[in-house]
């Protein structure tokens, strides 16, 4: 378990990537694209802690794809905390007729590199890298724990529930951050029943199931923000039981994105408090909290119309 200490000012930034899709079986020369996005990103943004959250790279020759972005993190001086996406894979699936989970676990040993966080996780939990990475306070007693998980290709599985909720509760911390690729269906309620901020421009393609792990997160209390990715031109955050529910930005153009859409990153600023500062970063040099809002459609039941205009 890898710990940082806050900066001098007591903050600590953290850039989340998120679908990159490098070295897809065409376009490739806008993986170019890419890679210099997430140099301008890095060079504008100067985050603590980098974290992919899935979709790598999923076409031929992926390793290559990862000794490049390996390069861009050892250039700009900051580590990588990567997660698995439904993608990850694919080409070994797809070219050595094996099963997903197989395809997945030779993906993920290409994560081992020098400046990589990735771990493969505890024995006995399901999934390619389910870790933790903390920060500020001290090794012992860190301020905030970042839980990284694999959704697998659309669902958290039972010991992944129970893992994380036993290693909540060992850690003496207050606040906690997770990320990975797919949301869980919390993210349809969010955005169908509260007032949100920022896009939403695709259906929300949540966890094929509701496998609990929203409501795990809930129950150990300390969850403050969780970031994923999978559908490339959503980028809303919304609360929901006392967590911000939060899209990161599609960062790649070997896939699909939208006219006018333009690719970025998120940032996530962290401090002592249980708070956290987030931000859009676009490809176009612009840096901006969330402001556009969503009025939801929908009311449960025994809600009031004015309580969803608060």
Not at 101 to 108: I, Q, S, T
Not at 118 to 145: I, L, Q
Not at 151 to 165: A, C, E, K, P
Not at 182 to 192: K, Q
């Amino acid at each position: 378990m890898k710990h940082y200490p806050f900066k001098s000012d007591g903050t600590f930034r953290i850039c989340q990537f998120t679908d990159l899709h490098l070295h897809t079986y065409d376009r490739f020369e806008e993986g170019e694209q890419t890679y210099a996005l997430l140099r301008q990103t890095l060079r504008d943004t100067n985050p603590d802690l980098v974290v992919i959250t899935g979709d790598i790279a999923w076409g031929k020759e992926p390793e290559s794809a990862i000794a490049e972005l390996e390069k861009i993190f050892a250039e700009a001086g900051v580590m990588w905390a990567p997660v698995l996406g439904n993608h990850d894979g694919e080409y070994f699936m797809e070219s050595l007729q094996i099963p997903n989970e197989e395809g997945r676990r030779m993906f993920a040993q290409r994560l081992f590199t020098e400046n990589s966080l990735y771990e493969t996780g505890a024995e006995g939990v399901d999934g390619n890298g389910n870790y933790v990475v903390t920060v500020g306070g001290t090794a012992d007693k860190p301020a905030w724990a970042l839980f990284l998980l694999d959704s697998h290709r659309g669902y958290f599985d039972l010991s992944q529930n129970l893992w994380y909720r036993e290693t909540s509760k060992a850690l003496p911390h207050s606040h906690e951050l997770s990320f990975f690729h797919i949301p869980f269906p919390e993210y349809v309620e969010v955005w169908d029943y509260t007032a949100c901020k920022g896009y939403c421009l695709e259906s929300i393609c949540d966890t094929e199931m509701n496998d609990g792990m929203f409501a795990a997160m809930v129950e150990c209390g300390k969850m403050r923000g969780v970031f994923v990715g999978h559908d490339h031109i959503n980028d809303f955050e919304g609360t929901l039981q006392n967590i911000r529910l939060c899209y990161g930005r599609g960062s790649g153009y070997q896939t699909y994105g939208y006219e006018n859409y333009a690719r970025g990153a998120r940032i996530i600023d962290i401090d002592a408090s249980a708070d956290f500062k987030t931000y859009i970063y676009l490809a176009t040099g612009e840096m901006y909290e969330q402001d556009r809002c969503h009025r939801p459609k929908l009311m449960r039941k025994h809600q009031r119309a004015d309580e969803l205009l608060k």
